[in-house]
Nanobody, 124 residues
């Protein structure tokens, strides 16, 4: 199925910014909602953001609203997560995922393809 490759993670100081990218193979991801999830140390995987196929609809977890922005460029088969005003609590492995269907959803179980994850570490 579709292959997702994430990049852009790294170490940043609190208050800084990072931009994550997720490239989908063969443009398959263009027809489905795409989401970002994260899993911090000792915590379960949680929803971060999701974007519709066209990019016209987005939803965010309360913890990142106003700080993170999800976007997509279907011509380049790429989804982005711009992260601003980063906090130590944002430290986690961030995963890109493709929804199984066209319906917008925030549940991990509704996403069938996942990237390998990219580490984001925010120092205080």
């Amino acid at each position: 199925q579709v292959q997702l490759v994430e990049s852009g993670g790294g170490l940043v100081q609190a208050g800084g910014s990072l931009r994550l990218s997720c490239a989908a193979s063969r443009g398959t991801g263009s027809n489905y909602p795409m989401g970002w999830f994260r899993q911090g140390p000792g915590k379960e995987r949680e929803f971060v953001a999701v974007i519709s196929s066209s990019g016209g609809i987005t939803y965010y977890a309360d913890s990142v609203k106003g700080r993170f922005t999800i976007s997509r460029n279907n011509a380049w088969n790429t989804v982005y997560l711009q992260m601003n005003s980063l906090k130590p609590e944002d430290t986690a492995v961030y995963y890109c995922a493709q929804s199984r269907g066209v319906r917008i959803t925030t549940a991990p179980a509704d996403f069938g393809s996942w990237g390998q994850g990219t580490q984001v570490t925010v120092s205080s």
